[in-house]
């Protein structure tokens, strides 16, 4: 589906008329990404996110299938085979770096977007499933990146591996086996490395489907835009190309400047010092700590240091920090506001910005040793994120009174009213 | 029911964190947790530069010869360097022939099988082979080293948190354990007292003790301090050897797609000047 006044494809050659009878590539790409995509014209830069993740994903998957043709997964020599990239492999080094930062930038970038859709209410009706598509990209893309830190068997690699995989034992009755099936064994060994090795490979492709399953679910109601009004006329729109390829562009090329900046002047600054030494089971580091995109859910795990009832203190970590993202998948049914962006909320609007200062204090403290003051910081912006998807966002639905909106998308860029006409 | 049992596990966690942070605060102001004995003692690295530093970074190769010649006189009886190749010393400036002759003279000889016999046997290094172990393994290692494997430098200036300055000041840091220091934190026997350290009790004696330990054929002056820092720099290279084509590439990089997001960003105003003009009209 597409709005009533979208351009339709018009292939100009023989060949292009040929293959749109046979099979209309082109015209999927036109509405999707061409000029056959009305896109609301009051986009900020908050929108920009969703096609740098894209693009990242790219990168992630060109630059590792060029790893993968000179690693080994294997635990005798994963370690050695990663120096040999940075060391004798032709431009191996820039592969590698790019790889491990890329990781990062791609979720410096799909951060952003969960927040832009977090405030501009981009999970509500009509968008449900393009959200619920989304949670699982990102759970799929944090399944991804923990493998792949495993894989050049460094000391983190293993302790992260080891802990990570701990978690599982903390489930009632089946958690060992759990634990068991998912290393192929009782510790992390050659079996979890290439296990690892084989998921982190499949895993980027399954995302890139559902990401297409995400872009075909957006296409259905259309982007949402920072007023969280309707499109209600085609003067509310811009066809996406030209004019949102020129504004993805040029802020990808801004996102590439920074990108570079740090891969190739402070290449190992994201990572871990302890990586670069080989894992050794008999030698656990001072303090493990995942990627620093994990940190605020690290937080929420170790915030948890009290047994409740007969339930202890680890599984409830364990579970509160898996409840802490699959609440996302809830956020449509909890949020019941028929107002979208938090532009007009000023009550959410305030919510969200402490949200945003608890998720950023998680952060720093799930990066930080688990002593205190950490660990009672956590506990605090813990129990404010929690509160603001089940507790506060249910209810602020009901009290709040929203501002008046705009009357369309146009009237809120111009001033003036949409012409009904076209 | 959604937004029902959402309120109530909303609760829950909410509700326990807010508990155990009440708990936790309690504990701590009651029965504040203890400093670690060596808190007090332990230092950060000390400030000093190299010159590959930095996104202009480059290698200073007779610095690299030198640091080389302190690894080869001093570290290499227990620290291996097994990431390395003789090959790679050509990087540092030597030809072809002083490769070689480094190769076939170094301290130990290389393993291998006797063409002959298939008996095990060692022979001079070739440029292809990687720097030969000190040790013939791990458990020879620490027991040579009272009971502390000697750690592999390729890789140790990426590997410690501090990089380069921390080794350099662990090199350089040794000296009398204050007197005041806490039994708990006292070197024990065959431990040496050293604040950049972790705990402060390294098991590694001061390598570099005094000056012209090492006969510099340059003409710096090998007092303890230089010979620290060009050995520093030298496990720089040994654990980023591409640094310099790194920071030249990203150099290119970097001005290239300065360019491309000018030229994108003219494109995107361009384009975007009657949408945007219509913005205009409305102030």
Redesign the interface.
Known sequence: MSFPWAKEYTPTTAFGQWMDEKLPIGRLVYNSLGAGYPTP?NLNYMWNFGSLAGIFLVVQIVTGIILAMHYAANADIAF?SV?HI??DVNGG??FR?AHANGASFFFIAIYLHIARGLYYGSYKAPREMLWLLGVVIYLLAMATAFMGYVLPWGQMSFWGAKVITGLFEAIPLVGKPIQELLLGGFAPDNAALNRFFSLHYLLPFVMAGVIIMHIWALHIPGSNNPTGVDVKGKQDT?PFH??YT??D??A???F??FF??M???L??ALGH??N??PANPLSTP?HIVPEWYFWPWYAILR????D?LFIPAKL?GVV?MF?AIL?WF?LP??D?SPVRSGTYRPKMRVAFWILIVATIILFICGGAPA???Y??LS??A???Y??Y???IL??LSRIEKPLPLPNSITEA????PLEKAS | MVRFFGILVGLFFTGWLLVSFVLGAKEFITNPPEKAVYYDYHLDPKEVSFASDGPLGKFDRQQLQRGFQVYKEVCAACHSLRLVAFRNLAELGYNEDEVKAIAANWIIETPDIDPATGEMSTRPSLPADKFPMPFANDVAAAAANNNAIPPDLSLITKARTGGAPYIYSLLTGYQEAPGDLPDAAKPGPGLHYNPYFANLNLAMAQPIIADDQVAYSDGTSATIDQMSKDVTAFLVWTAEPKLEERNQTGWAVIAFLIIATILAFMSYKSIWADVKAEKKKKA
């Open positions: 014209r050695d120096e940075m060391r080094w820039m770096y811009v030209p004019f020129a504004k562009g040029w990808l090329g801004l590439l400047i570079c900046l891969m190739f002047f290449p190992n010092a302890d670069y030494i001072a915030a948890f240091t009290f409740f409830l509160a409840s609440v809830f049914w909890l019941t002593e205190e003051p660990v009672m506990q605090v813990g129990a404010y929690f509160a998807f089940l507790i249910p209810l860029v111009t001033g003036k």
